[in-house]
């Protein structure tokens, strides 16, 4: 089936610097990618929604300053955490939008900022 | 916008039991509801969905049922096993396919 690499699976930052995961469709071509954050034993939250060639749109109460977003080509989209401060800890998940058939998540990313 | 409830929060269930979580939706425009399968440090993999043209919807021991008029779908897990354990989270999307979750079901299966 199709599937969308998220890589790094996980990163510990300091405080201040920036963070970019990527997330590549393999074998399928991803108009859309959603980004999500998860706290520990919470549900996921979605962050931004991005169209491959445009610029991403971000849910209310998102910083798009700081959480970059950029989907140049068809199977790449990444997220910049800019500027990462302890409270930016979580799990990032990003999701392609499969049309017909649904969404494929990745495996996550588990970003520490200390 | 969008707003999914799920229940329970926590289930416990003895191997071979059923486990059953609900969820419902407000948004009537609603027509895509996946399930998803959540393992600790892990991405959510998709275990069942259904559309809104279809009531209900198997796959081995996995089934789930939808009532459009109510607007609430469920999950059934028959026959658990020791590796069902995880945290399960059903979703609901519409035209804008923007997927909206529920809180989340963390099952244990007590063998």
Same mark, same amino acid.
């Given at each position: 089936g199709a599937v969308v690499s998220q890589h790094p699976s996980w990163v510990i930052c300091k405080s201040g610097t920036s963070v970019k995961i990527e997330c590549r469709s393999l074998d399928f071509q991803a108009t859309t990618m959603f980004w999500y954050r998860q706290f520990p034993k919470q549900s996921l939250m979605l962050m931004a929604t991005s169209n491959e060639g445009s610029k991403a749109t971000y849910e209310q109460g998102v910083e798009k300053d700081k959480f970059l977003i950029n989907h140049a080509s068809l199977t790449l989209s990444t997220l910049t955490v800019t500027s990462a401060h302890p409270e930016d800890s979580s799990f990032y998940i990003c999701s392609a939008l499969l049309t017909g058939s649904g969404y494929t998540f990745g495996s996550g990313t588990r970003l520490t900022v200390v | 916008g969008e707003n999914v409830e799920q229940h329970p929060s926590t289930l416990s269930v003895q191997e071979g039991d059923s486990a059953v979580i609900k969820c419902t939706y407000s948004d009537s425009a609603s027509n895509y509801f996946p399930w998803y399968k959540q393992e600790l440090g892990k991405g959510p993999q998709l275990i069942i969905d259904i559309r809104s043209n279809v009531g209900e919807k198997k796959d081995q021991r996995i089934a789930v049922t939808l009532n459009k008029t109510a607007k609430h779908f469920s999950l059934h897990i028959t +026959?658990?096993?020791? +590796?069902?354990?995880a945290v399960y989270f059903c979703a609901a999307s519409s035209h804008d396919y923007k997927l909206s979750f529920g809180a989340g079901t963390t099952v244990t299966v007590r063998a």
């Open positions: - | +026959e658990t096993q020791p +590796e069902d354990s």
